[in-house]
C-alpha cells in the first residue's frame, strides 16, 4: 500500500509552489553511494534525520554553549543553542517560502 501512496511523491509535488529561489528535494545532487528513494521521506528529509541521529549531534547535550557574563544560572548547551537556531532559520524559510527540508 505505500507504494501505491508514495508519500515522497506527494511532498516533492508540493515543493512545486514554493519560491523560484527553494531547492527542490528531487535537484538534489545525490548520494556518494547510490541509494534506493524511500518512499516515505525526501532525500533532503533523510539527511536531516541522519544528523538528528548521529552521536555526533547527541554529544552536543554535554558541551556548555559558552556566554561572557551569563545572567542567571541558566547555561544553555550547544544542543539547545542549536534547536533554537534551527527553529529560528526554519521561520525563516516558511516567511519567504523556501523548502525547510
Do not use: W
Not at 511523491?9 to 509552489?17: K, M, N, P, T, V
Not at 558541551?63 to 542567571?72: D, E, N, W
Request: hydrophobic share 30%; aromatic share 4%; proline share 4%.
Amino acid at each position: 500500500m505505500i507504494d501505491e501512496l508514495n508519500i515522497r511523491q506527494l511532498i516533492e509535488e508540493r515543493e512545486e509552489s514554493l519560491s523560484p529561489h527553494a531547492v527542490r528535494s528531487k535537484d538534489s545532487k545525490g548520494r556518494e553511494r547510490d541509494e534506493k528513494p524511500c518512499p516515505v521521506r525526501t532525500a533532503f528529509q533523510h539527511d536531516r534525520d541522519r544528523i538528528i541521529h548521529s552521536k555526533s549531534f547527541r554529544r552536543l547535550k554535554h558541551k556548555t554553549q559558552v556566554f561572557i557574563a551569563p545572567l542567571g544560572d541558566h547555561y544553555a548547551t550547544r544542543l539547545t543553542h542549536t534547536l533554537e537556531v534551527a527553529q529560528i532559520a526554519r521561520t525563516i524559510t516558511r516567511a519567504l517560502n523556501l523548502n525547510e527540508d
